[in-house]
């Protein structure tokens, strides 16, 4: 490992490092939206093109719910099957259901058993080609055919695989791809997993002498203002059986495509192996990778036989170092930052787990606006298409590998397959990743079951060791809790990592350090409600790094988690029993809409100075007793001044603040003022009795209101308000937008307790993929051209298809204005 110590009882971690991201492919895509159209087509099957080295095979494929072993044969009949472009994602095009055996931790989703078949024409000049598939993520226990033959079974869904097809193709005629998916044996994850092949597929097409799978790995070092040194090393893999001579060429070049540094070296490669070769290129007045400045090279490796080019892979890059100790905490390019982090489950809300490339990047996008600058991918590797909008967009990683080790959580858990597996999956995920420069961190696990075990230090040191010889430019972590008095027993658990990740302990931190001096904490896993604690503890110990929240958004599955809950409704925590129709989690600072929820904004005005004036109303208690919380919730606070039938009753308004004092005011007229220092954690709460009208707080420094927000009573809801993320989109069946239905007065204010009974249709080039609200209690479908508002709200899920044009939402309800949307298609 590239570790720099430092002084006695302190430890220092240092990584010069660039890392380079998995370039995007544009995958092509038929569309189906399972009840609103139909979808004709015709299954034949696919001609791929003879010279690409990557093609996508995402598009039209066969489905069918249920086991059909006879799948696997070429005669087999599926003209009765489902046509459909991946990724796809089955349990989300179901109904929660009470009696679905994925149960409160999969949110009461249906899973079962899937088959998918593929067709397609091999070119005959792939002969005397590799040809390999890739699949980038299934869940699970998918066994893979090609024309019949097995080439494997991979059980973990979360994980990436890729199987060697040429010896079984037949070129210039049909071949045929069967999957057969096994997600029956329940329960087997803590959340939402979703059923599928639910992540892209692609073709790998190489001659016999090529660039390895995940075969290129770039570090820099030597980093400074004047030049960065980076270290290009390719696994170039021979196929043949003799010696061959070819010439390897890498071509470096910045954002404006002007030429950044390039080598060229002759290679004598063995017969039937592989070799790694190392180049040395130097960088001229690098731009540096950071959150604020995302700045990202290109290089371009070739392979060169006879003056030829035979292999050619182009990844973007970011320079960047990162170091680690506790006298200076975490430093990015030799700059002190502190983790504002929340943790994220990989679901999409109503589209599931499906992982457009779109949808993972407003993941992202919301990320970043709610003012985090760091997230932890919960419990698994994620897409490559959140990775690569993490480097696009300026978003530290961490990136985790495994819920559980040896020690089952769940029945039918990854705890079965460890000991055959973790090699496979943790290697997938360090070779697959290891170039992102966003990726700053290694998990190998979460609230590990034997920790308590002499047997987990071995098994993390096993793992951490592992990751270590893959990459040595990162430091390991794992997410570490207590859940009783046993606390220092961890100590030599915690020694085998280079980071030490508390989950929900962070109070133990400055004792801690006490004991082990040299320990470097990040808080994995915190309360919402701790926010204020857990930015106080990372402000004043400079060991403490950062803290990431769970979560930062709402997620599918583990039920309940978040509640809060009202008079007659059962007590109790999520894990304790089943709270259906509750079947997500609504402890996320932003919910499955996309809307902050007022801790978000709380959260980002500890942490940024960006934002320094919020306001929002607490919910009040119904007069038949009081709200009640469970241990991830805050209280329910809207950002909402219409409250009828509370006409005179005392409501509390709080107000977060980066200024000395906050005024109210109720319809002009001064309601007090009230300190918003550090000693009042930047908060003030106003007791005002209810009235209709206009609500203003007021940021005051040196006597002078400096800033205002207002919240202003809503009247009778009269129309539907559409509003798109992207009124253009890409005609190529894959490309979203994401558009936010509200319910309006006249005047335009939102009327936060419309709960309308939405109708949606769509014309043109377009489906809608998915339908949501936020509500974790409706177990209306979200594949769907109908959706109740709640809190006067709604989300509709536009797909494109392959042709352009314009694509007209409607959306209706009765005793409301309907509105419409027009997006255009574009190639």
């Not at 059986?241 to 080598?263: E, Y």
């Not at 809790?481 to 030599?492: H, L, M, Q, R, V």
Request: aromatic share 10%.
């Amino acid at each position: 490992m590239r570790c720099r110590y430092f002084p006695e009882n302190s430890k220092g971690l240092k990584y010069n490092s660039f890392l380079s991201s998995t370039p995007m492919i544009k995958c092509i895509k038929i569309p189906l939206t399972v009840l609103l159209l139909v979808c004709f087509l015709t299954g034949a099957a696919q001609t791929l093109t003879p010279h690409n080295r990557v093609q996508t095979f995402d598009y039209n494929w066969k489905f069918a719910l249920g086991d059909h072993p006879d799948a696997r044969n070429n005669n087999f009949n599926d003209a009765s099957w489902r046509n459909l472009d991946l990724p796809h994602d089955w349990s989300i095009e179901g109904k929660p259901d009470s009696l679905n055996t994925t149960g409160n931790d999969g949110g009461y989703f249906p899973a079962g058993t899937g088959w998918y078949r593929k067709k397609f024409m091999a070119p005959t000049a792939w002969n005397g080609k590799r040809i390999s598939i890739f699949f980038e993520g299934v869940y699970m226990n998918s066994e893979v055919f090609i024309n019949g033959r097995s080439l494997g079974i991979h059980p973990y869904g979360y994980s990436s695989f890729l199987y060697d097809l040429t010896k079984h193709l037949i070129f210039g005629k049909e071949n045929i791809i069967s999957v057969r998916v096994d997600n029956s044996q329940q329960k087997n994850c803590r959340w939402y997993s979703g059923s599928g092949i639910y992540r892209h597929v692609k073709l790998l097409v190489t001659a016999p002498i090529h660039i390895d799978h995940w075969g290129v790995a770039i570090t820099t070092a030597e980093i400074n203002k004047e030049k960065a040194t980076v270290a290009i090393r390719t696994s170039i893999k021979n196929e043949t059986g003799r010696p061959q001579s070819i010439l390897l060429n890498t071509q470096l070049t910045d954002q404006s495509f002007k030429p950044a540094g390039n080598n060229s070296l002759t290679i004598e490669l063995p017969a039937n192996g592989v070799k790694e070769i190392t180049q040395q290129l130097t960088v001229n007045n690098p731009r540096l990778w950071s959150p604020e400045t995302p700045v990202t090279y290109k290089a371009q490796i070739q392979l060169i036989k006879g003056g030829t080019a035979i292999d050619n892979i182009s990844q973007d890059f970011g320079i960047r170092s990162i170091a680690f100790d506790v006298q200076n905490g975490f430093r990015l390019n030799g700059k002190k930052i502190i983790l504002n982090g929340g943790c994220m489950h990989h679901d999409n809300g109503c589209l599931g787990a499906a992982a457009y490339d779109r949808a993972e990047t407003r993941k992202v996008e919301l990320l970043r606006s709610a003012g985090f600058n760091a997230v932890r991918t919960s419990h698994n590797p994620p897409s490559e298409a959140f990775l690569n909008a993490c480097d696009r967009l300026g978003m530290l990683v961490i990136d985790e590998s495994f819920d559980g080790w040896r020690e089952k959580k769940t029945t039918n858990d990854y705890a079965t397959y460890f000991d055959d597996w973790w090699q496979r999956d943790l290697g997938a995920m360090v070779l697959r990743d290891r170039n992102h420069p966003s990726i700053i961190m290694w998990s190998i696990g979460n609230e590990i079951i034997e920790r308590k075990s002499p047997d987990a230090v071995k098994t993390a040191n096993m793992l951490a060791g592992y990751v270590r010889q893959l990459d040595a430019t990162r430091p390991v972590t794992s997410a570490m809790t207590t859940w009783d008095k046993d606390w220092e027993i961890f100590d030599p658990l915690f020694a085998a990592h280079d980071i030490g990740g508390y989950n929900y302990q962070l109070h133990r931190a400055p004792a801690d350090h006490l004991r082990v001096p040299s320990r470097i904490i990040v808080q994995t896993e915190s309360y919402p409600k701790d926010a204020f604690a857990n930015w106080k503890l990372v402000q004043d110990n400079p060991y403490i790094i950062g803290d990431f929240v769970w979560t930062a958004m709402d997620y599918l599955g583990e039920s309940a988690i978040g509640r809060y809950y009202y008079p007659g409704e059962p007590d109790g925590e999520h894990w304790e029993k089943n709270f259906y129709p509750w079947h997500g989690a609504y402890c996320g600072d932003i919910d499955l809409t996309g809307w902050r929820k007022p801790i978000s904004h709380y959260r980002e005005l500890l942490y940024n100075d960006s934002t320094r004036l919020y306001m929002a109303v607490k919910e009040p208690n119904p007069d038949n007793g009081p709200i009640k919380l469970t241990s991830w919730a805050v209280w329910p606070t809207w950002e909402s001044w219409t409250w009828t039938g509370h006409e005179g009753k005392d409501m509390q308004v709080e107000v977060y603040a980066k200024y000395p004092s906050v005024r109210l005011y109720l319809n002009d007229t001064l309601i007090g003022e009230q300190p918003t220092g550090i000693e009042q954690q930047f908060k003030a709460v106003f007791t005002v009795p209810y009235a209709p009208g206009l609500l203003k707080a007021a940021g005051v420094d040196n006597n002078k209101e400096k800033q205002s927000v207002q919240l202003k009573t809503a009247g009778k809801a009269v129309r539907i308000k559409l509003t798109a993320d992207h009124a253009t989109i890409q005609a190529n069946g894959q490309d979203l937008s994401f558009v936010t239905v509200e319910i309006t007065d006249g005047n335009g204010n939102i009327q936060p307790n419309a709960d309308s009974r939405l109708l949606f249709s769509i014309k043109g080039p377009g489906v809608i993929a998915g339908v949501d609200n936020a509500n974790l209690k409706d177990t209306d479908p979200y594949v769907s051209n109908k959706r109740t508002a709640w809190k006067g709200r709604a989300l509709v899920v536009i797909k494109s298809t392959h042709q352009p044009g314009n694509i007209e939402l409607k959306a209706s309800s009765p005793g409301l204005s309907g509105s419409t949307v027009i997006l255009t298609a574009i190639k």
